[in-house]
């Protein structure tokens, strides 16, 4: 069974930094990817990155500033975020398709397995 836990949500001031963390178990060669839903808004893709780690894409209101990395010695991926900012505060979710998502890497849809989730808050 697939499983995928999220780790690293924090609070922080603008312009701050965090990391998430996505331990992946139960699925290997998947492509992977980070969305976020703040409340009153659509889920929406932030990174994904293809199963061996070579190929990335960023939401334009990430890019520059987020970037998303995986080990798979470890089984898991990162999200680097950069100069945070109180438009980034959302619940972060971690989500691993075992093939190229249908619809495109930022289709919610084309993802299997999904995480629980863990907040980030950025206060101004």
């Known amino acids: 069974v697939a499983r995928l836990v999220e780790s690293g949500g924090d609070s922080v001031q603008a312009g701050g930094s965090l990391r998430l963390s996505c331990s992946i178990s139960?699925?290997?060669?998947?492509?992977v990817a980070w969305f976020r839903q703040a409340p009153g808004k659509e889920r929406e893709a932030v990174a994904s990155?293809?199963?061996?780690?070579?190929?990335?894409d960023y939401a334009d209101s990430v890019k520059g500033r987020f970037t998303i990395s995986r080990d798979n010695s470890k089984n898991t991926q990162y999200l680097q975020m950069n100069n945070l900012s109180p438009d980034d505060s959302a619940v972060y979710y971690c989500?691993?398709?075992?093939?190229?998502?249908?619809?495109?890497?930022?289709?919610?849809?084309?993802?299997?397995?999904w995480g629980q989730g863990t907040q980030v808050t950025v206060s101004s």
């Open positions: 139960g699925i290997t060669y998947s492509w």
């Open positions: 989500a691993a398709s075992t093939g190229y998502p249908w619809g495109g890497w930022a289709a919610s849809s084309g993802y299997n397995y």
């Open positions: 990155i293809s199963p061996r780690g070579d190929s990335s």
